[in-house]
């Protein structure tokens, strides 16, 4: 029997990556939230906004040289995760979405498909009721059918 490299180590080297970057943009949301405040940024302003502008650009900044000049690798993950969060916040600012609000589908905006109504023809008037297959016999029409016991697949 092959012996199993799965150990306790393996696993913590494995999520300790994701975690790292993880951490890394919560915490660069945290500092972009409080550079937001320092600079008093208006959110309702159309257009493009120049102190809305200083966060990607300062959380950009940060991560990238944190990457290039940091020797830890641990430390080079939480920069890269600082970078990751530089990015997000500029694409809501410049496309006002925020894209780690979440995925809703194509939603309204880009997809509408219009009801189907098919007009199908009417039954004619009758008396109609259900027929059990069981129950059917040469006065159903049904005698040409046989009923399968076996099937073999090929």
């Known amino acids: 029997m092959a012996?199993?490299?799965?150990?306790?180590?393996?696993?913590?080297?494995?999520?300790?990556?994701?975690?790292l970057i993880i951490g890394g943009m919560y915490g660069?949301?945290?500092?972009?939230?409080?550079?937001?405040?320092?600079?008093?940024?208006?959110?309702?302003?159309?257009?493009?906004?120049?102190?809305?502008?200083?966060?990607?650009?300062?959380?950009?900044?940060?991560?990238?040289?944190g990457s290039i000049f940091?020797?830890?690798?641990?430390?080079?993950?939480?920069?890269?995760?600082?970078?990751?969060?530089?990015?997000?916040?500029?694409?809501?600012?410049f496309l006002k979405k925020d894209i780690?609000?979440?995925?809703?589908?194509?939603?309204s905006d880009y997809l509408q498909v219009e009801s189907y109504d098919p007009e199908l023809p009417m039954l004619p008037e009758g008396d109609y009721h259900a027929m059990d297959i069981e129950m059917a016999g040469p006065d159903n029409r049904l005698e040409d059918y046989e009923e399968i016991e076996e099937v073999e697949i090929l």
């Open 28 to 65: 660069g949301n945290l500092a972009g939230k409080a550079l937001d405040k320092v600079l008093k940024v208006d959110d309702s302003l159309a257009g493009i906004n120049m102190k809305a502008v200083a966060k990607p650009v300062a959380l950009l900044s940060v991560g990238i040289a």
């Open 70 to 93: 940091l020797k830890d690798k641990n430390l080079k993950l939480i920069a890269s995760g600082v970078a990751a969060s530089g990015i997000a916040s500029g694409v809501k600012v």
């Open 100 to 107: 780690l609000a979440g995925f809703d589908g194509l939603g």
């Open 3 to 19: 012996k199993s490299k799965l150990n306790a180590k393996t696993v913590i080297d494995e999520v300790k990556v994701p975690l």
